[in-house]
C-alpha cells in the first residue's frame, strides 16, 4: 500500500520555475518507483519524469528533458519535481504516481498502466 500526495501546483508566467512536491507513504521504499504525469485540458495523461527511489536512476519525457528535475529526499519520504523554463504548454494538472516491488532487473516503464498508486493531482498553470 502507498498513499501519495502532491503540493506546489500554482500559475506561473512563461520561462519561471515551480516546484512540485510528492511526500509518499509506504511499507518500503527499497524497491518503489515514482514518477509524474500530467494532463493538460483535452488531453491524455502523459509520463513526465519517473525516479527509482533507492538507486536514484531517472528517466524524462523528451518535452522536458533539460527543463525538469525530479529527485527524492529520503528524510522527508518526498519527491520533487523542479520545473524550469515553463512554458504554456507545460500547463496541466499534475499526478505524482507510484508502483512497488520494482527490481533492479525489471524496466521502468513510461504508460499510466504500469502505475498503481496515484496522488489526486496538483494544477500547474504556465501564462504567456
Known amino acids: 500500500q502507498v498513499q501519495l500526495a502532491e503540493s506546489g501546483g500554482g500559475l506561473v508566467q512563461a520561462g519561471g520555475s515551480l516546484r512540485l512536491s510528492c511526500a509518499a507513504s509506504?511499507?518500503?521504499?527499497?524497491?518503489?518507483?515514482v514518477g509524474w504525469f500530467r494532463q493538460g485540458p483535452g488531453k491524455e495523461r502523459e509520463f513526465v519524469a519517473a525516479?527509482?527511489?533507492?538507486?536514484?536512476?531517472?528517466s524524462y519525457a523528451n518535452s522536458v528533458k533539460g527543463r525538469f528535475t525530479i529527485s527524492r529526499d529520503n528524510a522527508k519520504n518526498t519527491v520533487f519535481l523542479q520545473m524550469h523554463s515553463l512554458k504554456s504548454e507545460d500547463t496541466a494538472v499534475y499526478y505524482c504516481?507510484?508502483?512497488?516491488?520494482?527490481?533492479?532487473?525489471?524496466?521502468?516503464?513510461?504508460?499510466?498502466?504500469?502505475?498503481?498508486?496515484w496522488g489526486q493531482g496538483t494544477q500547474v498553470t504556465v501564462s504567456s
Open positions: 525516479i527509482r527511489w533507492s538507486a536514484l536512476s531517472t
Open positions: 509506504a511499507r518500503t521504499f527499497s524497491t518503489l518507483v
Open positions: 504516481t507510484a508502483k512497488q516491488g520494482v527490481f533492479t532487473t525489471t524496466p521502468v516503464q513510461f504508460f499510466k498502466g504500469w502505475y498503481d498508486y
